[in-house]
């Protein structure tokens, strides 16, 4: 394999930034400094990024997760809350989460040890659509979906074109699904606040044409290999 797919396997960067590291002489193979980018990494070869040894990586492992409430979404959190390795800890990989979504949302999640791919996914400039269920306070006009369709200020921030699809609704809460392809940090509930519906409850149920589906909260399904391909197209 080649060496800046090796480093983008492991979970260090993505293959762009291997390429960067390999360039600037922070890649030992077998102890000595690599430099040359098409290097073929050989079984039982000790790769070192640096410093920093790398376990020689099985096959890329892709996976759907359902994110319940209540749970961080990170490889370890220093308040010793649950965290989303926990729904994974059975895959012989190390998985990370793509992109992050809020201790209070649930939902999809895509976790890999494909660093190239997380890197491309959570890239503004990839625009993969990302689906939210939301129920938000109070009665959603025509005005203010229109609002939220075109963009709104979330605070020095205008946001992008969002298709955004009222479900049902009543005069105490509405359900709305709302598709955005920009990843500020909560992102689905300043919007919401900005035309005065707060958020009560967040889930998202896609990434790009990835759907949830059935999948129970807390558990994961691996990706489909047409999912992955769709993925690496994105
Ligand atoms: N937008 C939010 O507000 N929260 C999330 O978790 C994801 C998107």
Do not use: W
Not at 55 to 81: C, H, I
Request: proline fraction near 3%; aromatic fraction near 6%.
């Amino acid at each position: 394999m080649r060496i800046n797919k090796y480093i983008a396997q492991a979970g260090i960067a993505s293959r762009r930034k291997a390429d960067e590291l390999i360039a600037n002489g922070n890649v030992k193979i077998n102890g000595a400094v690599m430099k040359e980018p098409g290097y073929d990494v050989a079984e039982g070869d000790r790769v070192e990024v640096n410093g920093r040894l790398l376990e020689s990586r099985g096959k890329a492992e892709y996976v759907l997760v359902n994110k319940p409430l209540g749970m961080v979404t990170t490889v370890s959190d220093d308040r010793d809350r649950l965290t989303v390795m926990e729904i994974v800890k059975d895959i012989d990989a190390r998985l990370f989460p793509v992109g992050r979504l809020d201790y209070n949302t649930s939902g999809a999640l895509i976790m890999t040890n494909d660093g190239d791919m997380a890197y491309r996914l959570t890239h503004p400039k990839h625009e993969v659509y990302k689906t939210y269920r939301a129920r938000v306070a109070g009665v959603l006009s025509n005005e203010k979906v229109a609002r939220l369709r075109k963009g709104v200020d979330i605070g020095g921030f205008v946001t992008s074109r969002a298709k955004v699809n009222v479900i049902k609704g009543n005069q105490h809460s509405t359900i709305v699904e709302i598709s955005i392809h920009e990843g500020k940090n909560r992102q689905v509930r300043k919007m919401f606040a900005a035309v005065g519906n707060p958020v009560q409850e967040l889930e998202r149920i896609a990434i790009g044409d990835i759907r949830l589906g059935h999948l129970r909260p807390g558990h994961y399904r691996k990706l489909t290999r047409d999912e992955i391909e769709y993925l690496k197209k994105c």
